[in-house]
């Protein structure tokens, strides 16, 4: 079991995970090798007015695992406006037990799930982060990626700030403690106009729950109601879980204030000359079963599909996806091609904790251990094959490979999005520019690289449209477009090939 702390504040500091807990040399093989994989980023979960909050965001931040599996955090408050905090290295069912949740009392919760591999060790970056603030116990749990915090940072720092974390997240608190304001409300909307880049927050304040997007609306955030409460989550399938109403998507540059069950819309931030909700949500990050900017997601990976059957049309037998996240786009171009659909590859979900001897490891050692071809439905056929995106390239070309030795006849593989080809600066971790695949290769020398008869990408144009009703969107990473100006990169704080995640 991981080495959580339970903490009154401050909360910083947390022990790092002990070698037994990890599984230790087999795990940081497995690890290293899952690792030629960009990760997820954040997800944030909130409830107010809700007897036994922390129950309800264990439950909320189960659901939105797939954000983020490094660390899990949550932060109760109880009828005082004392803040408790756990939080450790891990996934959200080995973080907490169930005692732990009998000790985070009270009706407002603040919660977290995070992969990032922005600087300094895990744990230590672990949210949310909890802070003793004049006016009450303030906790945070951000989703997205600052452009400006090395900025903020080194300024804080110049007028004696002291950093615990390295994350972007507690530049946010300094700025709220230190505004010269006098309601905390002015205080969070003053530190609010000062940070650019991506935000989607949740801060407690005693029992208030305050959320707030950045003015481009980069990263989900729904506000949903239970009973007398509210609550706020990255995406529906986590009002889902706790069987709470979607009320509405939080707007971009909203800040709203929940106190049991009032809620008011505080002064919005000032808007951007565009909204820029990221498309690779809709590509990839988020659940199909969510609903985030008014769009289904399974709806949209379906369009893509669809999309992607008419602009690359092929002759085969069948067509399936890598699963789990292209399973919606395959069925999107079996329904479209009226080419049948089938399960060709199946993926292990446990992955992540199996014990793995080291001597296993070998080139494909990432995707062997993760997916696997149904002989039956290969062997002797023509088969498309649908994934997401193609990042840098490895997964497919392993993948490739398996379906060949299960005896494909042809391999045709479809990609429902556009070559990633720069890195995103607003949360979604992905690897340098050189190792983007998209970035380095043109199409027929990716084609070659994995081993296929034919290859087709959907069109940058074709994905937008598919989704056009929901837009306009971001999708610098598809075409370099950046909507917010990358101030660290412009002053020279940060590399422009290694982005942090969340
Ligand atoms: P690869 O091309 O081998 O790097 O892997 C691409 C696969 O990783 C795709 O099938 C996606 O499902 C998944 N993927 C795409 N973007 C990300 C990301 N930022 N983090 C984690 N996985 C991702």
């Known amino acids: 079991m991981p080495d959580p702390v339970k903490s009154s504040i401050p909360p910083v500091n947390l022990p790092t995970v002990s070698p037994a807990s990890t599984g230790g040399e087999a ?36 659901a939105l695992q797939h954000r983020g599996q490094e660390s899990a955090g949550i932060c109760a408050v109880n009828g005082d406006g004392t803040a408790r905090l756990r939080k450790g290295i891990g996934l959200v069912a080995d973080v907490f037990s169930s005692e732990d949740l009998n000790e985070l009392h009270g009706d407002t919760a603040v919660g977290h799930v995070r992969y990032s591999t922005t600087g300094g060790s895990r744990s230590q970056n672990a949210q949310p982060i909890v802070v003793r603030y004049s006016r009450g116990d303030l906790s945070i749990a951000h989703n997205g990626n600052l452009t400006n915090g090395q900025e903020l940072r080194n300024r804080l720092v110049e007028e004696g700030a002291l950093f615990q974390t390295t994350s972007d997240s507690e530049v946010i608190v300094h700025l ?82 929940l106190e049991g069950n009032t809620m008011e819309e505080l002064r919005s931030l000032p808007p951007a000359p565009r909204a820029a909700p990221c498309v690779f949500e809709l590509v990839y990050f988020a659940r199909p079963d969510s609903r985030i900017w008014g769009a289904s997601v399974d709806r949209a990976r379906r369009a893509f599909g669809r999309q992607l059957a008419r602009e690359h049309p092929v002759d085969a037998d069948c067509v399936f996806a890598v699963p789990d996240s292209a399973n919606s786009s395959a069925l999107g171009y079996a329904e479209e091609s009226g080419i049948s659909y089938e399960l060709g590859l199946l993926r292990n979900h446990y992955v992540g904790r199996t014990f793995i001897k080291p001597s296993q490891a070998d080139r494909d050692f990432g995707a062997r251990i993760k997916y696997n071809p149904v002989r039956e439905v290969v062997e002797g056929r023509r088969v498309i094959v649908v994934d997401d995106s193609l990042v840098r390239g490895t997964t497919s070309t392993s993948l490739v490979k398996f379906l060949r030795q299960a005896g494909a006849k042809e391999v045709h593989f479809r990609i429902a999005s556009p070559p990633v080809r720069f ?16 970035s380095s290769h ?3 020398e990716i084609a070659e ?6 290859m087709g990408y959907l069109s940058l144009e074709g994905m937008l449209e598919a989704v056009e009703e929901h837009g306009p969107f971001c999708d610098a990473c598809f075409s370099g477009d950046y909507s917010a100006p990358l101030v660290d990169v412009e002053r020279g704080l940060a590399s422009i090939d290694n982005p942090p995640g969340c």
């Not at 995406?235 to 509405?248: G, H, K, N, S």
């Not at 890195?423 to 520019?433: E, H, L, Q, T, V």
């Open 176 to 257: 709220i403690a230190r505004s010269r304001h006098d309601t905390v409300e002015a205080q969070i909307d003053d530190a609010l106009t000062h940070l650019e880049g991506a935000f989607s927050l949740v801060i407690s304040v005693g029992r208030t729950l305050f959320a707030a997007v950045d003015s481009r609306g980069f990263r989900p955030l729904v506000l949903g109601r239970r009973g007398d409460g509210y609550v706020v989550a990255s995406e529906t399938c986590a009002l889902d879980i706790i069987d709470a109403e979607f009320i509405r998507d939080i707007r971009p540059g909203e800040v709203l204030k």
């Open 423 to 438: 890195p995103c600066f607003y949360g979604i971790d992905m690897p340098s520019r050189e190792e983007l695949v998209g």
């Open 442 to 444: 043109s199409v027929p």
């Open 449 to 454: 690289m994995l081993g296929v008869d034919s």
């Open 27 to 62: 795990q940081d093989i497995l690890t290293s090798s899952l690792d030629a994989l960009p990760r997820e980023e954040c997800g944030v979960f909130a409830v107010t007015g809700i007897e036994r909050a922390a129950e309800l965001a264990f439950l909320g931040l189960y």
